[in-house]
């Protein structure tokens, strides 16, 4: 494994390619606003505007100017799982000198969003989402088949505790603050039926919004509907479940946060796994915390990922959570390279062709 000053010395100079420092207290309440929750409204950027006292054009010249080094995209955040899809993080073991070929390989898939290198004998870490008509334990068979890993891990989500990155850009917040104890729906991982108006409105709202007075107007217009009709109709998904939130996604390494730490925690009692997976969630710092499976090469259950301005701050919260928790067996893997970050494209048929191009379809 890496040691702390390696680290260091891999993490803090991507976050240095654009100084926090640029940014004054106006864009980072910006930042916290759009990050947490992007109005769905005709004139989104004015209604940020009121909230923190700014005209609605300052607002969008700011993020206009924040684009793309600090964001790097906005647009609508969909439940892979309530919309049909499976998903899975899965864990490659790789020889130093064959990384970086299975990590080109495996990023060829179409539903590989996240591709991570982490100071780990498991050294490569992604997540792979598939569509409805796809199997998802074939998949990650065929992409073992071409990469050839020494060893790996199927790690599906056996319960979600939490999700979703809010970084404190106005450092207001302590690192180890503490929120009341979140809860996740019930019906989760429960599908919800689409039809072909709500896949033509989800393929819409995924992609990248204009920084424009009225930049829903043109999802609008593409989908030959009203912005009355596309308002109620996205309000119906986000009820549903299918749509979590609209929001600003940051580049987390040029916004400040150098460092991100997933801790994996080994439960000795299984039965309190609920209990101390919600226990983890409460924590701010943590943007994700899932249950997982274990297997003999691989104890932990307990998932937790951590953002940070550095790899001691993402120590001090995972310490915090081994107190707070009575934990003591864990272990702290760091993000080394990062080989892809994107989102999921849904229904877009783009893993129809990866599918025949391999022999699956």
Known sequence: MMERSQLETALIPDARK????????????????????????????????????RPEADVIQRVASMRPAIIRQISAIFDTRRLGYRSSLAAFAFAPHRLERGAQIINRHPGVSHNYQ?????????????????????SIQKLAELSQPDDHVVLQTLRMYK????????????????RAMHTARADWDQVVPLDAKDRATIVELQKDIAIVERPFHAVAEALHISDDELFRGTRELQARGALRRIAAILRHHNAGYAANAMGVWQVPD????????????????VS???RRPVYPQWPYSLFTMVHATS??????????IAEATGLQHYATLYSTHEYKKTRVEYFTGAERAWMHSVGLA
């Open 118 to 138: 982490r100071n780990h004998r498991f050294n490569l870490w992604f997540t792979l989402a598939v569509s409805p008509d796809a199997d998802l334990e074939r």
């Open 288 to 290: 994700h915390c899932y």
């Open 311 to 320: 790899t001691a701050d993402c120590e001090r919260v995972l310490g915090a």
């Open 18 to 53: 654009r100084s926090i420092a640029d940014l004054d207290e106006t864009d980072r309440q910006i930042l916290d606003e759009i990050q947490s929750d992007f109005p769905l409204d005709a004139r989104p950027f004015r209604v940020v505007g009121e909230r923190i006292g």
């Open 270 to 285: 299984e039965a309190r796994t609920d209990e101390l997976g919600f226990q983890m969630a409460s924590f701010r710092a």
């Open 163 to 178: 999700i979703g990155v809010e970084l404190d850009m106005s450092g207001s917040r302590p690192i180890t603050e503490r």
